[in-house]
Each structure stands twice: as C-alpha cells, then as structure tokens.
Nanobody, 119 residues
Framework: QVQLVESGGGLVQAGGSLRLSCAAS????????MGWYRQPPGKQRELVAT???????DYADSVKGRFTISRDNAKNLVYLQMNSLKPEDTAVYYC?????????????WGQGTQVTVSS
C-alpha cells in the first residue's frame, strides 16, 4: 500500500511561485508514473504534469513553460514547481502514483493541497 502526502500549498498573488511536494511512503523508483492533478472549484479533476520512472515529463498545455515536475528517488519525493501563477491555477492539487504489475495496475492518490492564486 502506497501513501502519498502533499504539502506546500497556500495563498499567493498572481505572478508568484509555489513549490508543491509529494512524499511517498514507499520507494518511488518502483512507481511507473507519478504526477500532479488538480481540481478547480466546480470543475472536474484534470492532469497537470506527469513524470515516469525514466524521467520523461509531460504537461498540460495550460501550464507548459510555467510548471516543472521533478522527482528525487533517493528521498521518495515528487515536486511541482509552479511559477508565474495565475488565478485560474486556483485548485486543489493532488499527487498521483501509478504502479504497474504483471496483469494489473494500481492508482494511488494523496489527500490534496489547496492552492489559491489571488488577482
């Protein structure tokens, strides 16, 4: 069983920066894909960024050039550096891990951390 705990959310003015952290209870080197999702108020959860075990990254168009996802396998941490924040980035941000095993896979989610960007 994998547990994910996010931290680093808060209130920031537009144009500011925040860094989110996701601490995993297990070794993240065994997790095939880790990522960040967000759920804006009144909207569905959406993908923000992913990073696979090889270090390849992918981003939603809305955050490309502003957000950076990274992972520290030695510390079992995944980060989301968010720069040039906009009010539309306001959301609850969730850490996600995908673990593939022969014939099956597992999804794990953190409890979420609130990010609020004021205009």
């Amino acid at each position: 069983q994998v547990q994910l705990v996010e931290s680093g959310g808060g209130l920031v003015q537009a144009g500011g920066s925040l860094r989110l952290s996701c601490a995993a209870s297990g070794s993240i080197s065994s997790m095939n894909v880790m990522g960040w999702y967000r759920q804006p108020p009144g909207k569905q959860r959406e993908l923000v960024a992913t990073i696979n075990s090889g270090g390849s990254t992918d981003y939603a168009d809305s955050v490309k050039g502003r957000f950076t996802i990274s992972r520290d396998n030695a510390k079992n941490l995944v980060y989301l550096q968010m720069n040039s924040l906009k009010p539309e980035d306001t959301a609850v941000y969730y850490c996600h891990a995908l673990v593939r095993l022969p014939g099956t896979f597992f999804n794990y989610w953190g409890q979420g951390t609130q990010v609020t960007v004021s205009s």
